[in-house]
């Protein structure tokens, strides 16, 4: 049976989740769970449970040529919306650059002016108090008493 040039051939599951991968646009690589453009809004390309490029990761592809220069805060915005709602739902999950898993200094993906050692501080560190302030929020929107109009 062939399949039609313009339709995704159907993928293997990803299998158990460790990681989160940041790539950029000069990353030759495809099959990204996730592309954030650039203003910051984040658009899903494979299901998170489908197997990307990476096995046992979800990628993230961030627009913008980051060699050259750093992704806006927009994007940095909707990364971290994002980075904190895939821990809300896999509260395990570590994060990474490209770079890392390949090892082999063939490419500096997410780039040289990416933000990654920031990017990973606030991820140790201040996604808690991020994730605890959005939990508080939707607490007090849904058991918060309303007001009779």
Avoid at 44 to 52: D, I, N, S
Avoid at 103 to 120: V, W
Wanted: charged share 35%; hydrophobic share 30%; glycine share 10%.
């Amino acid at each position: 049976m062939s399949t039609p040039g313009n339709v995704e051939k159907p993928r293997r599951p990803r299998g158990p989740l460790r990681f989160i991968l940041l790539h950029h646009d000069d990353c030759s690589r495809e099959a990204f769970h996730y592309r954030v453009e650039l203003d910051g809004s984040v658009a899903e390309l494979l299901a998170p449970e489908t197997k990307g490029q990476h096995p046992g990761s979800v990628g993230v592809l961030i627009r913008g040529h980051f060699d050259r220069e750093r992704p806006n805060e927009g994007q940095l915005d909707g990364l971290k919306a994002l980075l904190l709602d895939l821990k809300f739902r896999y509260p395990d999950v570590g994060l990474g650059a490209h770079r890392q898993v390949r090892g082999d200094g063939a490419t500096s993906c997410p780039g040289k002016r990416f933000p990654m050692r920031e990017l990973s501080d606030w991820f140790k560190k201040d996604l808690i108090r991020a994730r605890d302030e959005k939990l508080q929020r939707e607490v007090e929107s849904q058991y918060s008493p309303r007001t009779a109009e």
